[in-house]
T-cell receptor
Framework: AQSVSQHNHHVILSEAASLELGCNYS??????LFWYVQYPGQHLQLLLK??????LVKGIKGFEAEFIKSKFSFNLRKPSVQWSDTAEYFC???????????FGGGTRVLVKP | NAGVMQNPRHLVRRRGQEARLRCSPM?????VYWYRQLPEEGLKFMVY????????ESGMPKERFSAEFPKEGPSILRIQQVVRGDSAAYFC??????????????FGPGTRLTVT
């Protein structure tokens, strides 16, 4: 069975700092990759997704992620965070031919003003 | 265009009662997914449905849980004889008809079930 691991459960940083959240998955076949964000009190929103093509994906709100197939990784980055980026971030993987998403455990990010 | 709607947002049930969670997909979406998030964990897939069909229920507990997506009306996740361990946030997602397996899922706000 495929699994997704997010290395950090909690991250605390100051505004303007750079953010990188790790995500690794275990599945040898073709995958679709996603990062979702859940702001306090809100529902999950899609930040970005990778299906094929350029492994460097740009999403909303200045986020980007890089798919490194050889490392089974899809790390999320933002060069300069804002207080409003305080949220929980979830990495998710789907087999390309499948339907269900497998989520990582989430990373709670707190940005101090 | 309204997003995925779930109700109720919060549901409290005593042990042994039944819980019914409803999900209305986005307009034009014919695929519905249910996920459960236990405290301090990520979301776990439960079931995937299309209208009047259960396509994949590999994540559903074998007993007490059932799901349906009738021709008319919302999708329903039903939990019979709830126990404390069922306390969780239940999220519904919907997607348009799949095009070669490529379709993103849009999530609802979730229903937080508390079993007392």
């Amino acid at each position: 069975a495929q699994s997704v691991s997010q290395h950090n459960h909690h991250v605390i940083l100051s505004e303007a700092a750079s953010l990188e959240l790790g995500c690794n998955y275990s599945y040898g076949g073709t995958v679709n990759l996603f990062w979702y964000v859940q702001y306090p009190g809100q529902h999950l929103q899609l930040l970005l997704k990778y299906f094929s093509g350029d492994p460097l994906v740009k999403g909303i709100k200045g986020f980007e992620a890089e798919f490194i197939k050889s490392k089974f990784s899809f790390n999320l980055r933002k060069p300069s965070v804002q207080w409003s980026d305080t949220a929980e971030y979830f990495c998710a993987v789907k087999k390309a031919a499948g339907n269900k998403l497998t989520f990582g455990g989430g990373t709670r990010v707190l940005v101090k003003p | 265009n309204a997003g995925v709607m779930q109700n109720p947002r919060h549901l409290v049930r005593r042990r042994g009662q039944e819980a019914r969670l409803r999900c209305s997909p986005m307009k034009g979406h014919s695929h519905v997914y249910w996920y459960r998030q236990l405290p301090e964990e990520g979301l776990k897939f439960m079931v995937y449905l299309q209208k009047e069909n259960i396509i994949d229920e590999s994540g559903m507990p074998k007993e007490r849980f059932s799901a349906e997506f009738p021709k008319e009306g919302p999708s329903i996740l039903r939990i019979q004889q709830v126990v404390r361990g069922d306390s969780a946030a239940y999220f519904c997602a919907s997607s348009p008809p799949l095009l070669a397996g490529v379709a993103e899922q849009y999530f609802g706000p979730g229903t937080r079930l508390t079993v007392t």
